[in-house]
């Protein structure tokens, strides 16, 4: 199976995977941003797991401190906001508080169901999504330009819902597309400048987390921790891009096919109502 295809994991059998992996690697410094909730979190349980130096990076400080408690001697965090013009000087001193940086995975995201659309809103889901990802992906980019470090990797999570608009989503769908083409820039701009770097992009689809509205029931969603499991194996491995789940490798390949006219006609439900007592 190509690394730019499915990544498939048993759950059952991570934990051994993870620490063979560890130990293979000769560096093993990772920094996560959007550690302190859902994926970015589970990811987080991870890397400590295998034996990584992780850099939990998140906005709530109980949930940092609570990370760095799990493994004192291994974890530094940094209370950043992916929207603070200053957060690139703050990962930079995360960066040298750790010794340097090997992975760069960014799993900060946020996601607004508006069945009238709010302006603000829309304009806030950008903001983090895209604007700051971009603040925080490409100053992780200068950082492995000015390094030169062998077997580096920027690792990002933005979604099968960039692939096409979505007209329930409009501005994460955007934002998402937006990542997937900023990440496509920048490993096009690392083979120019003969990088050792690999830009990955991982292209989940619903994850059961706390985006999601717990009353509902979502298109094919995916428990958190087998989604985990799987951007774990493909943070580790995988080339360029990494769609997560054979089911949206088959519909995200279809949807490319879609000709507008036709795309613009589809009205597929992406989430219900969730039925009394199931959860």
């Known amino acids: 199976m190509s690394a730019d295809s499915v990544i498939s994991v048993s759950p059952r059998h991570v934990p051994a995977d993870m620490a063979t992996t560890s130990s293979a690697l000769p560096r093993q410094r990772v920094i996560i941003t959007g550690a302190t909730s859902g994926l970015g979190r589970a990811l987080a349980e991870r890397f400590i797991l295998a034996g990584w130096t992780v850099g939990a990076v998140g906005r709530n400080a109980e949930a940092l401190e609570e990370i760095q408690a799990s493994a004192p001697s291994r974890v530094s965090t940094m209370q950043i906001d992916v929207n603070d013009p200053e957060a690139p000087d703050r990962l930079d001193q995360l960066i040298a508080a750790l010794g340097g940086m090997d992975i760069y995975l960014h799993c900060a995201g946020i996601l607004s169901e508006q069945a009238v659309l709010d302006p603000s809103m829309e304009a806030t889901?950008?903001?983090?999504?895209?604007?700051?990802?971009?603040?925080?992906?490409?100053?992780?980019?200068?950082?492995?330009?000015?390094?030169?470090?062998?077997?580096?990797?920027?690792?990002?999570?933005?979604?099968?819902?960039?692939?096409?608009?979505?007209?329930?989503?409009?501005?994460?769908?955007?934002?998402?597309?937006?990542?997937?083409?900023y990440l496509e820039a920048l490993r096009q701009r690392a083979d120019a400048l003969h990088l050792p770097l690999r830009v990955v992009d991982i292209r989940p689809g619903w994850t059961r987390t706390p985006?999601?509205?717990?009353?509902?029931?979502?298109?094919?969603?995916?428990?958190?921790?087998?989604?985990?499991?799987?951007?774990?194996?493909?943070?580790?491995?995988?080339?360029?891009?990494?769609?997560?789940?054979?089911?949206?490798?088959?519909?995200?390949?279809?949807?490319?096919?879609?000709?507008?006219?036709?795309?613009?006609?589809?009205?597929?439900?992406?989430?219900?109502?969730?039925?009394?007592g199931l959860r």
């Open 125 to 181: 889901v950008t903001m983090t999504n895209a604007v700051g990802f971009a603040r925080m992906v490409s100053a992780a980019f200068n950082y492995f330009r000015h390094e030169h470090r062998e077997n580096s990797r920027i690792v990002a999570i933005s979604s099968v819902a960039g692939c096409r608009g979505l007209g329930d989503l409009p501005a994460y769908s955007a934002s998402k597309a937006y990542d997937q083409a």
């Open 211 to 276: 985006l999601l509205d717990p009353d509902r029931d979502y298109l094919f969603e995916m428990p958190a921790s087998r989604v985990a499991d799987m951007i774990f194996n493909a943070a580790l491995h995988a080339r360029r891009t990494a769609t997560i789940g054979m089911v949206w490798q088959i519909l995200t390949s279809l949807e490319r096919i879609l000709p507008a006219a036709l795309w613009q006609r589809l009205h597929i439900p992406l989430w219900r109502k969730r039925r009394k």
